[in-house]
């Protein structure tokens, strides 16, 4: 039983004007986790927080649905205002619940160099409730971003197609324009749920796309992915383990990669106060009181009046930031006042663009005519059943089992930061292999790296916010061609493999 600090009561307590900053101001992504770890940690939560274990998972829905799409009508041809590129893009529906008419949207494009001995990538956004092809896609990691008109596309030069094949799933059900035809689905969904789905998606997307069965497979994505990611792939072994009835299916898991995660509910929150603190956001009187009062652990009975107090001090201080990159401007300044190189007011592109019918149309997206519009995060999503305290056993059995696993960190972040993520592999109880390094790109710090027992690779990177690839894009697609070559970051500035003028 959770019995935790009742942080829903700084709703109640926190004057309204501060919430209305956050709001207007917050990413919408990073806004939905805030409100989620609210009402987790909320006394009376009904959240499940036990562990994850596929092995206690009825997988008996899971079925080759059969369903009629064809890869070749999911060809996109062009999006409306996008430039000319040479590589292939296909976006479409899989049906995951042949009963419930339950479908995934997908996007994917191929990588701009041979695609058929390119890895294929996976990326998930969080939120829960978030959108990979609103952010990741159109903000992060896909070949395109969109201008403030709303209407034309320009090119990411730093797109991880230039690494590999790269497939955006927007899920749950109830996410940007996946959905469900039985609207009780939005009210029963949360991590296992979207475990088997995701799998389901996945052994069905690979009927429809047969030439990558075999073909290196790779997860990564941020934020909450720090729960889908793991449990996929949790998911993933285990069925490769136990082949089935879904025409035994073998996904050839290699290895998973994310940033700013969420993995231990303790150690994350306790990591954001210290990483306030140490960043001048908060005093340290706010710290000692949050660190002396506030229990975060999951059997703890933390509600007390000094961390209550602890905890609208901090709010007080951070609302008018974007947290998210502690050092961003947000939307309402004047563009001309825009200290990094990402424009704060791209999540409201992205969402004109995506609700147009024409870049429906040509994305083969809500062909039924969904009965709300296209969110970065989802607004249908009720609760959320289940959603465990620690991903850290599932990390400790990945790692076991032979995984690639990379975690990495955008150091701007206060929402998941660097402080968070530290505290958190600490529960891994690892020893180091090599000392805590800058790595470098082009002869500057992109940022430090160490790596552990069992190859798990920690590393920031420097001057990035939660999103990582928004903020540095060039050190993000650096950083991912390193996992995906098994290669270490280069700790001389002499050893760089792929320079950002190669790719
Ligand atoms: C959902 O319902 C619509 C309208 O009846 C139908 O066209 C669609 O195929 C259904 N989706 C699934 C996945 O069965
Ligand atoms: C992307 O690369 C192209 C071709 O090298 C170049 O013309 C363009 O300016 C680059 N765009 C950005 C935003 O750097
Ligand atoms: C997968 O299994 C179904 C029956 O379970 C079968 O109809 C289908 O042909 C199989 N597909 C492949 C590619 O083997
Ligand atoms: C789907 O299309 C309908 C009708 O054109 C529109 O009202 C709705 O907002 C769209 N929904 C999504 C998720 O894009
Ligand atoms: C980790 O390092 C400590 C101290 O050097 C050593 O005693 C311990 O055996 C190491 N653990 C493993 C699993 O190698
Ligand atoms: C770690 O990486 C090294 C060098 O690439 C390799 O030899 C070793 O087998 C890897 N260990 C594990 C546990 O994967
Ligand atoms: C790096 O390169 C410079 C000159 O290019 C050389 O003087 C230096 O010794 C090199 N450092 C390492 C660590 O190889």
Not at 263 to 292: F, P, V, W
Request: overall charge neutral.
């Amino acid at each position: 039983m959770r019995q935790k600090i009742a942080m829903i009561l700084i709703f109640t307590l926190v004057p309204t004007s501060f919430l209305t900053i956050a709001e207007k101001n917050g990413k919408k992504q990073t806004e939905t986790l805030h409100n989620f770890y609210t009402s987790k940690v909320r006394e009376n939560s009904k959240i499940d927080t036990s562990d994850f274990n596929p092995a206690s998972i009825d997988f008996s829905e899971i079925e080759i649905t059969a369903d009629k799409g064809k890869k070749e009508n999911e060809r996109i041809k062009r999006l409306p205002g996008q430039p000319k590129v040479e590589f292939k893009q296909y976006g479409g529906y899989v049906t995951v619940d042949r009963s419930a008419g339950r479908a995934y949207y997908y996007y994917f494009v191929e990588a701009h160099h041979s695609p058929r001995s390119s890895p294929l990538l996976l990326w998930l956004n969080g939120g829960p409730g978030c959108s990979s092809l609103g952010f990741g896609a159109m903000e992060e990691v896909g070949p395109f971003r969109v201008h403030s008109d709303a209407r034309t596309l320009y090119l990411n030069n730093f797109s991880w197609n230039h690494a590999a094949n790269v497939l955006f799933l927007e899920s749950p059900a109830g996410v940007g324009f996946s959905y469900s035809n039985r609207s009780a689905d939005l009210k029963s969904t949360g991590d296992r749920r979207s475990a088997v789905d995701n799998y389901n998606f996945l052994v069905n997307w690979l009927e429809r796309f047969p030439e990558y069965k075999d073909r290196d497979f790779y997860i990564a994505g941020e934020s909450y992915g720090g729960h889908y990611i793991p449990q996929l792939a949790q998911t993933i072994l285990y069925h490769n383990q136990n082949p089935n009835h879904i025409n035994n299916t073998i996904i050839n898991l290699k290895g998973i990669i994310f940033g700013n995660p969420t993995i231990n509910d303790e150690t994350d929150l306790k990591g954001m106060y210290e990483y306030y603190e140490s960043h001048a956001l908060i005093s340290r009187q706010t710290l000692d009181r949050i660190l002396r009062y506030c229990d975060f652990t999951d059997s703890g009975n933390g509600l007390s009046t000094q961390c209550l107090i602890g905890i609208l001090e901090s709010e007080r201080n951070t609302a008018a930031l974007d947290v998210y990159n502690i050092y961003a401007p947000t939307c309402n300044t004047s563009p001309t006042n825009q200290a990094m190189n990402f424009d704060p007011c791209t999540d409201q592109y992205v969402h004109a663009y995506l609700n147009r019918p024409e870049v429906q149309q040509a994305l083969h997206a809500n062909i039924t005519k969904i009965p709300y519009d296209w969110q970065a995060c989802s607004k249908v999503i009720g609760e959320w059943q289940d959603s465990p305290a620690t991903v850290i056993p599932l990390l400790k059995d990945l790692i076991a089992a032979g995984l690639r696993v990379w975690i990495y960190s955008g150091d701007l972040d206060g929402r998941v930061p660097v402080t968070s993520t530290k505290l958190s592999i600490n529960l891994l109880k690892l020893n180091q292999t090599t000392p805590w390094l800058p790595w470098y790109l082009d002869g500057q710090v992109g940022g430090y790296t160490q790596i552990y027992e069992g190859n798990l690779t920690f590393t920031t990177v420097r001057g990035a916010g939660h999103e990582v690839p928004s903020y540095q894009p060039s050190r993000a697609l650096f950083l991912i061609k390193h996992f995906l070559h098994g290669k270490h970051l280069p700790t001389s500035t002499n050893l760089t493999l792929f320079s950002s003028s190669h790719y």
